[in-house]
């Protein structure tokens, strides 16, 4: 495990997921969702020697932040495209720059990608262009955020789950519900933590998914106004006992370890930094699953330099390249052959390529009124209605 360094690019990527959203581990459409006509690269030629990247931090690392992590060099040298990287701080402004047509390729989340295909700004990606895809998770590829209708429009990059993290010494028994912070909240008022996105409702909408079934949730991001009314009215009385609401990947470790926060949402590369610093704590997947992250990297439909682009999208996702992000961001990688390379225990820690544990997974997906569940005769909520609801939570 890292030390501290991976917190640089975490606590950006921490503030940059405020417009995410998800589907459920067994959605196998777009719910109805249709992508524009934009063409699809049939072969590739010579490099044009650049490619524009746009990217969270940490995901084209250069030697530049730290000169033991360079995966972007070997890129260069080997293709002969001049990597020119754009960082951004959140998806709202990666979906911003990517219309501005100035850059080839860019690492979205899930609650870009959709808004970046709806808006024409990415092409569909021919995946037979990209040898590493064939050791892709298969649990990744096909997905409702990153493709329509079986194309995908993307190259899957990494992926994690926000799990409930708690302090053992205080928090008795070890929960492993989310429970904790919704119903049972009161147990710990005023020291409950909870990730501060208008996508955080989803994470009430998937316990509601199942303890009422009566609510007819079932995709945590396609919720009409009753189902929304239902989760936000859950986080309104959850407020009551937030103590924190965080976004920033170092206050969340400091909150733990001087017990201001002892129990709420995190991720594995927070507990495990915590638990290298000796704090007291430990996390679960809770029996009702949880959301998460899948992040894809996306080719413009106005790219200036396609052919570095399918490059750069191939080899990112290449086991050394893909490796090292992974193990310098904290995700599980999405190569297979990764954790062949990757330092002893790392992808057991994010369980890569655990199926089982990866269909406990609700990961993020732009909400649209087009519900993702494929309901039509109800128009579901979509982020812009998400972000009015989360200022009422917050008051």
């Given at each position: 495990?890292?030390?501290?360094?991976?917190?640089?690019?975490?606590?950006?990527?921490?503030?940059?997921?405020?417009?995410?959203?998800?589907?459920?581990?067994?959605?196998?459409?777009?719910?109805?969702?249709?992508?524009?006509?934009?063409?699809?690269?049939?072969?590739?030629?010579?490099?044009?020697?650049?490619?524009?990247?746009?990217?969270?931090?940490?995901?084209?690392?250069?030697?530049?932040?730290?000169?033991?992590?360079?995966?972007?060099?070997?890129?260069?040298?080997?293709?002969?495209?001049?990597?020119?990287?754009?960082?951004?701080?959140?998806?709202?402004?990666?979906?911003?720059?990517?219309?501005?047509?100035?850059?080839?390729?860019?690492?979205?989340?899930?609650?870009?990608?959709?808004?970046?295909?709806?808006?024409?700004?990415?092409?569909?990606?021919?995946?037979?262009?990209?040898?590493?895809?064939?050791?892709v998770w298969p649990f990744l590829k096909d997905r409702p955020w990153n493709s329509v209708n079986k194309q995908m429009y993307g190259i899957p990059h990494g992926y994690g789950a926000n799990l409930l993290m708690y302090r053992t010494d205080i928090v008795n028994p070890a929960p492993d519900s989310w429970s904790a912070v919704f119903d049972d909240a009161s147990k710990y008022a005023g020291k409950v933590t909870s990730y501060d996105s208008p996508i955080y409702i989803a994470d009430a909408a998937l316990y509601l998914m199942k303890t009422k079934p009566e609510l007819g949730i079932k995709d945590p991001y396609a919720l009409d106004e009753k189902q929304l009314k239902a989760s936000v009215d859950l986080l309104k009385a959850q407020r009551q006992n937030?103590?924190?609401?965080?976004?920033?990947?170092?206050?969340?470790?400091?909150?733990?370890?001087?017990?201001?926060?002892?129990?709420?949402?995190?991720w594995q590369v927070i507990v495990n930094t915590a638990q290298g610093e000796k704090v007291k704590v430990d996390a679960v997947l809770p029996k009702e699953g949880a959301t998460g992250w899948s992040d894809t990297w996306m080719i413009s439909s106005k790219a200036a330099h396609p052919n570095c682009a399918y490059k750069w999208m191939d080899y990112i996702i290449s086991p050394k390249a893909n490796d090292a992000v992974a193990e310098y961001f904290g995700e599980a990688p999405s190569n297979a052959k990764a954790c062949d390379i990757a330092t002893e225990g790392f992808c057991d820690s994010y369980h890569a390529g655990d199926e089982a544990y990866a269909k406990q997974i609700h990961y993020w997906t732009t909400p649209i009124k087009q519900c993702l569940d494929g309901r039509t005769n109800v128009q579901c909520t979509d982020y812009a209605r998400w972000t009015q609801a989360w200022t009422e939570i917050k008051g």
């Open positions: 495990m890292k030390s501290i360094k991976i917190a640089s690019a975490a606590v950006a990527f921490a503030l940059a997921l405020t417009a995410c959203g998800g589907s459920g581990s067994g959605d196998k459409g777009s719910g109805g969702f249709t992508a524009p006509d934009v063409p699809m690269a049939k072969s590739l030629g010579e490099g044009e020697g650049s490619v524009s990247i746009l990217a969270w931090p940490g995901y084209a690392e250069d030697g530049s932040t730290d000169k033991a992590y360079d995966w972007v060099t070997p890129f260069e040298k080997t293709t002969g495209c001049e990597a020119n990287v754009k960082y951004f701080g959140t998806s709202d402004e990666a979906v911003q720059l990517m219309k501005t047509g100035q850059y080839d390729v860019v690492s979205a989340s899930g609650d870009a990608s959709l808004r970046l295909i709806a808006g024409g700004d990415v092409a569909p990606v021919n995946t037979a262009l990209t040898p590493n895809y064939a050791d937030v103590g924190e609401y965080w976004s920033d990947y170092l206050k969340q470790i400091q909150s733990f370890t001087t017990g201001d926060s002892v129990i709420g949402t995190s």
